[in-house]
Antibody
Framework: EVQLVESGGGLVQPGRSLKLSCAAS????????MAWVRQAPKKGLEWVAT????????YYPDSVKGRFTISRDNAKSSLYLQMNSLKSEDTATYYC???????????WGQGTLVTVSS | DVVMTQTPVSLSVSLGNQASISCRSS???????????LSWYLQKPGQSPQLLIY???NRFSGVSNRFSGSGSGTDFTLKISRVEPEDLGVYYC?????????FGAGTKLELK
């Protein structure tokens, strides 16, 4: 069974940094692209980042490009999201997601809440 | 960026009836490799989203055959036949043909 467990969320001041982690199990982590998707309170879904199996290729929307960095450690079956220069509009639940052969977001974790506020 | 427009915003249905949700993209989602990268998700209240449909019309593993996806180019539809209580929630379409990937704003399915 695919399991994705996020951690690292919390309250952070604007301009500060936070690093999210996602522990994966139930599948061969190194074989799959991974992604982060976020959801602001009472709002819709927004794709945040995708990383290739080796980590050599990463993709971001303009809203986070240059501030967020997705990375992975295949030896630890772990996915990360380093978030710098955080803004109030980054407040959201962040979901870790695993790809399937035909979609970059197939399996979802339970999410971790990030609140950016002074 | 590709804009995904879902209609209606909310939909009230009676149990056992059919529901239909539309998703239109501002650009064709037909990729140069011949695939159409359009997925549908359901987010039940208090839960993470779950994948229902990929490649516009393929049901994901374990998804009921009451869910069907159709469409091509810029116009897509998700149909739910014989609506059951566990189908209630917010439905999202998602395109990953073009970067950045984008979601529709969601359609809330409620009981009439």
């Amino acid at each position: 069974e695919v399991q994705l467990v996020e951690s690292g969320g919390g309250l952070v001041q604007p301009g500060r940094s936070l690093k999210l982690s996602c522990a994966a199990s139930g599948f061969t982590f190194s074989n799959y692209y991974m992604a982060w998707v976020r959801q602001a309170p009472k709002k819709g879904l927004e794709w945040v980042a995708t990383i290739s199996t080796s980590g050599s290729r990463t993709y971001y929307p303009d809203s986070v490009k240059g501030r967020f960095t997705i990375s992975r450690d295949n030896a630890k079956s772990s996915l990360y999201l380093q978030m710098n220069s955080l803004k109030s509009e980054d407040t959201a639940t962040y979901y870790c997601a695993r790809a399937s052969p035909f979609t970059p977001v197939a399996y979802w974790g339970q999410g971790t809440l990030v609140t950016v506020s002074s | 960026d590709v804009v995904m427009t879902q209609t209606p915003v909310s939909l009230s249905v009676s149990l056992g009836n059919q529901a239909s949700i539309s998703c239109r993209s501002s650009q064709s989602l037909l990729h140069s490799d011949g695939n159409t990268y359009l997925s549908w998700y359901l987010q039940k209240p208090g839960q993470s989203p779950q994948l229902l449909i990929y490649l516009a019309s393929n049901r994901f593993s374990g998804v009921s055959n009451r869910f069907s996806g159709s469409g091509s180019g810029t116009d897509f539809t998700l149909k739910i036949s014989r609506v059951e209580p566990e189908d209630l929630g917010v439905y999202y379409c998602f395109q990953h043909t073009h970067l950045p990937y984008t979601f529709g704003a969601g359609t809330k399915l409620e009981l009439k």
